[in-house]
C-alpha cells in the first residue's frame, strides 16, 4: 500500500491505498447531463501512463512519426502535452486539500471538468496538487498531478496480488445494465422515477475497447462471437463494419474456470488482471487474446440470472416475505459501445495503418449515424 503527499511541503494528502488498474471508462463522457458514480473505489488508486490533461495540441501541429512515437497510429483531435503518470483516486480518499476559488470553472456545467489544469491545492502550502472532476456526464474522481505528488510506501504492507483462483472465488462481476439518473435528480419514496435502466456505461466502454482488437484481430475478415449476451453487446457492429461471407474468424470466450479453446478459434475474449493488469495468457498461443475488465468478462463468461429491482423499506415485524423481486427492467435500446473509448483504443494499435482498417476509422462517423455507437 501507499499514501501520497505534497512534493511542496511533506503534508499527507491521502489514506493509504492499493494500486489497481486504470479503469477503461476512466476517461468517458456518458450521455448528456447523466450523473456519474465515484470512478475508483474507495482505498484504491490507479496511474495514467499517457500524458493527459492541458496544455493540448492539435494533431496538425504533431508530425506523425512524434505521434507514433507516443504510440498514436492514425488522427486523432489533439494530443496531451501534459505530464504522465497522472494518479486518481476516489475524492473521499483525499487529506488536507482545499478547492482554489479562482479555478473552479473551465468549462464546467454542472460541477467541476477541471478542463482549465488543477483546481485543488494542499491546504498546508497551498500548491496546486490535483484535479477534482465531479461535471454531468463524467465519472467522479481526483486526479493527482505527477509533479505535485511524491508516493510513498506504508510500512509493513507489501500486499500480493489476489490469483485468478481467487478472484473467481470472490465472484465479483460487473452487471450489463443499472439504473442511472439525470444531474439533480433525487429517489422518490419507494419508487424509481427519477431513473432509467440503462447499459451500464462500463459495459459501454469495455466493450469498445475489445471492438476495436477484434476489428484488429479480423483482419478484414467477418468474425463470429458466442450467442447469448455477446452476441447482444459484439455482433451488430461487427457486421456493420466487416464483410460480410466465409471464411469467418471466430472468436470464444477463454479464461480461468473455462475449458481449453478447441483448434479453430482464431480469437480469444479474455479478462485482464483487476490489480496488475496482466491479460490471462491461455494455452493456446496461435489466437489473439481480446483484453476485457474482469468483471465484464465475468458476466460474459458466467452469466447471472437476472437482477433483482432494488426495494425500499421493511416489512412489519412478524411478516414473512414469500416472492421475490421482480427481474430487473431491461434496456429499451440496442447495445451501443463508447464511440470515444473506440476510437482513442484503435488509433493505438498499429493495425490500424492496415488500408481497410484505416478505411473504417476514416468513416467513423457514418457507423456512429447508423446507430453502431
Not at 505530464?83 to 476559488?101: E, F, H, M, R
Request: proline residues 13%.
Amino acid at each position: 500500500m501507499f499514501f501520497f503527499v505534497c512534493a511542496g511541503c511533506g503534508a499527507e494528502l491521502t489514506v493509504p491505498l492499493s494500486q489497481v488498474v486504470l479503469p477503461v471508462h476512466a476517461h468517458q463522457k456518458y450521455g448528456n447531463g447523466t450523473q456519474l458514480p465515484v470512478l475508483m473505489e474507495s482505498g484504491t488508486f490507479a496511474v495514467e501512463s499517457e500524458p493527459w490533461g492541458p496544455p493540448w495540441r492539435k494533431w496538425e501541429e504533431i508530425h506523425p512519426d512524434e505521434a507514433a512515437a507516443r504510440g498514436v497510429y492514425a488522427p486523432v483531435h489533439a494530443l496531451s502535452d501534459g505530464a504522465p503518470g497522472a494518479t486518481v483516486i476516489a475524492p473521499g480518499d483525499a487529506l488536507g486539500t482545499v478547492l482554489i476559488p479562482e479555478n473552479r470553472g473551465g468549462g464546467y456545467c454542472c460541477g467541476l471538468d477541471g478542463s482549465a489544469g488543477p483546481n485543488v491545492a494542499c491546504a498546508a502550502c497551498a500548491l496546486p496538487v490535483a484535479c477534482r472532476i465531479d461535471d454531468c456526464s463524467l465519472w467522479q474522481a481526483m486526479w493527482l498531478a505527477p509533479s505535485a505528488v511524491r508516493r510513498l510506501p506504508v510500512d509493513g504492507t507489501d500486499a500480493v496480488p489476489r490469483s485468478w483462483a481467487e478472484l473467481m472465488a470472490e465472484g465479483k462481476g460487473t452487471p450489463p445494465f443499472e439504473p442511472l439518473a439525470a444531474w439533480g435528480s433525487r429517489l422518490g419514496a419507494g419508487h424509481w422515477s427519477n431513473y432509467w435502466w440503462s447499459w451500464s456505461p462500463q459495459w459501454e466502454a469495455a466493450a469498445s475497447r475489445a471492438l476495436a482488437h477484434l476489428l484488429a484481430a479480423s483482419g478484414g475478415r467477418p468474425v463470429t462471437v458466442p450467442d447469448g449476451l455477446a452476441a447482444e453487446v459484439f455482433r451488430r457492429t461487427l457486421d456493420a463494419m466487416l464483410p460480410a461471407g466465409p471464411p469467418a474468424r471466430r472468436a470464444v470466450l477463454a479464461g480461468p474456470g473455462r475449458p481449453a479453446p478447441d483448434g479453430e478459434a482464431d480469437i480469444l475474449l479474455v479478462p485482464v488482471h483487476p490489480q496488475t493488469g496482466e491479460v490471462w495468457a491461455p494455452a493456446y498461443p496461435a489466437a489473439y487474446p481480446v483484453p476485457l475488465p474482469f468483471g465484464v468478462w465475468l458476466w460474459l463468461a458466467f452469466p447471472e440470472p437476472d437482477l433483482p429491482v432494488p426495494t425500499s423499506g421493511v416489512l412489519p415485524d412478524g411478516v414473512l416475505r414469500d416472492d421475490f423481486d421482480p427481474p430487473a427492467p431491461r434496456p429499451r435500446h440496442l447495445f451501443r459501445a463508447d464511440p470515444h473509448t473506440f476510437r482513442r483504443t484503435l488509433v493505438r494499435l498499429p493495425d490500424v495503418r492496415r488500408p481497410w482498417l484505416r478505411e473504417i476509422l476514416d468513416n467513423f462517423t457514418q457507423h456512429i449515424h447508423a446507430g453502431s455507437f
